[in-house]
T-cell receptor, first 112, second 112 residues
Framework: KQEVTQIPAALSVPEGENLVLNCSFT??????LQWFRQDPGKGLTSLLL?????REQTSGRLNASLDKSSGRSTLYIAASQPGDSATYLC???????????FGAGTILRVKS | EPEVTQTPSHQVTQMGQEVILRCVPI?????FYWYRQILGQKVEFLVS????????KSEIFDDQFSVERPDGSNFTLKIRSTKLEDSAMYFC??????????FGPGTRLTVT
C-alpha cells in the first residue's frame, strides 16, 4: 500500500528565505507526482506536476524535483513571500489505477 | 480558465438523511473523481468514474455512497444515510486523461 510522507509538518520562515519541502513515497510504481497548495478551508490548487520520466518542473519561483527510484520529491520555493503561507500537499498517481494518494501536508508560514 | 465547480459550498444535514453533492467538471474532461478530507486528516480518495461507470473505489466507498453523471455536465455524489463520521470536506476533481487532476473548491458537509 502506498504511503506518502511529508516533512516537515510545519515550517515558519521570515520573508525572503528560500525553502525546501520534502515528500517521500514507499512504492516507486508511480505515474506522476503533483504538488498542491491548500489555503485554510479552501480547495486544492495544482502547482506543479512531474511525470515519472521527468526529473524536475519549474513554475515561477517554484521548482519541484523527483527521484522516482529513491521515492523522493522536493518542492523548492525561492524568495518566499507572506502570500506563500498555506498548506502544501504532495500526491502521487500510481501506475495502476487512477487515484491520487496524498501526504498529510506541510503547513508553511512566511512572516513579514 | 476552465474550472471545476461544486455546490453547495456548505451543507448541514441531520444524521440518517440523504445528501447529494454536486459537481460540474471541466467540460472536455473524461475522468471524474471524488475525494474527502476529514478535518485535520489527509485527503482520501473515494471513487473514480469513466465512461459512465465506476473505474475504481476505495474501502470508504461502501453501499451508502453512489455516484452518477445524470447529464452531460453534472457529476454527483450521494450519501444515502449520513453518519456523524461522514462530516468532512468533499472535493470533486476531473482530468482529461490519467494526467493532471483539477480540483473543485469543495463542499463542507456537516452531519449533526
Amino acid at each position: 500500500k502506498q504511503e506518502v510522507t511529508q516533512i516537515p509538518a510545519a515550517l515558519s520562515v521570515p520573508e525572503g528565505e528560500n525553502l525546501v519541502l520534502n515528500c517521500s513515497f514507499t512504492d516507486s510504481a508511480i505515474y506522476n507526482l503533483q504538488w498542491f497548495r491548500q489555503d485554510p478551508g479552501k480547495g486544492l490548487t495544482s502547482l506543479l506536476l512531474i511525470q515519472s520520466s521527468q526529473r524536475e518542473q519549474t513554475s515561477g519561483r517554484l521548482n519541484a524535483s523527483l527521484d522516482k527510484s529513491s521515492g523522493r520529491s522536493t518542492l523548492y520555493i525561492a524568495a518566499s513571500q507572506p502570500g506563500d503561507s498555506a498548506t502544501y500537499l504532495c500526491a502521487v498517481l500510481m501506475e495502476y489505477g487512477n487515484k491520487l494518494v496524498f501526504g498529510a501536508g506541510t503547513i508553511l508560514r512566511v512572516k513579514s | 480558465e476552465p474550472e471545476v465547480t461544486q455546490t453547495p459550498s456548505h451543507q448541514v444535514t441531520q444524521m440518517g438523511q440523504e445528501v447529494i453533492l454536486r459537481c460540474v467538471p471541466i467540460s472536455n474532461h473524461l475522468y471524474f473523481y471524488w475525494y474527502r478530507q476529514i478535518l485535520g486528516q489527509k485527503v482520501e480518495f473515494l471513487v473514480s468514474f469513466y465512461n459512465n461507470e465506476i473505474s475504481e473505489k476505495s474501502e470508504i466507498f461502501d453501499d451508502q455512497f453512489s455516484v452518477e453523471r445524470p447529464d452531460g455536465s453534472n457529476f454527483t455524489l450521494k450519501i444515502r444515510s449520513t453518519k456523524l463520521e461522514d462530516s468532512a470536506m468533499y472535493f470533486c476533481a476531473s482530468s482529461y486523461s490519467s494526467y493532471e487532476q483539477y480540483f473543485g473548491p469543495g463542499t463542507r458537509l456537516t452531519v449533526t
